[in-house]
């Protein structure tokens, strides 16, 4: 059976400020004080979720643990239990609500994309050399899929 190495995307998160509205006219002519707490606060600025680091697919029933290091610079790096000298080098990127890791293998050169979710990290699809590989004949009995873990 053709080892399936997973490929993450990170999505990232973009925080937007909302428009300034004006201020009505104001019918008195006394004039008003700045919001003090507005004016202390600054801009409003939201981080970027990080999503590099290590993850881990295990299917114990298998014997088959996959390994990936996203890196900070959109690289990443993976290890097959399987497969072992055959590592997966590539990269990564965030798509809506997945973590899409596209790369090739060392040895055999095979393209392997994996998709899986930013937040629970569910694996939504596996595509080796352009062939979607089916997920569901790869789950362990009693589990509702298969799920990468961060470390």
């Keep these: 059976m053709r080892q399936l190495i997973v490929t993450i995307v990170a999505v990232v998160l973009v925080g937007c400020g909302e428009p300034q509205q004006t201020t009505p ?3 008195d002519t006394k004039p008003t004080e700045p ?8 801009p409003s600025t939201v981080k970027d979720p ?3 680091g290590k993850y881990t697919l295990s299917i114990a029933e298998r014997g088959m643990e996959l390994n ?13 239990s399987m497969d072992q000298g055959d590592d997966l080098i590539g990269s990564w990127k965030v798509e809506g609500e997945l973590l899409v890791s ?13 998709k899986f979710n930013k937040k629970t990290g ?3 699809s596996m595509n080796v050399d352009g062939n979607e590989m ?3 004949d790869q789950i362990p009995e009693g589990e509702d899929g298969l799920y990468f873990k961060k470390h």
């Design 134 to 136: 089916p997920i569901k």
């Design 25 to 27: 006219p104001q019918t």
């Design 35 to 42: 919001d003090t707490d507005v004016a202390k606060s600054g």
């Design 122 to 124: 569910k694996v939504e």
């Design 102 to 114: 596209e790369g090739s293998s060392e040895k055999s050169s095979q393209v392997i994309i994996v």
């Design 68 to 80: 990936f290091e996203l890196k900070p610079d959109g690289s990443f790096f993976g290890k097959s």
């Design 50 to 52: 990080d999503y590099s």
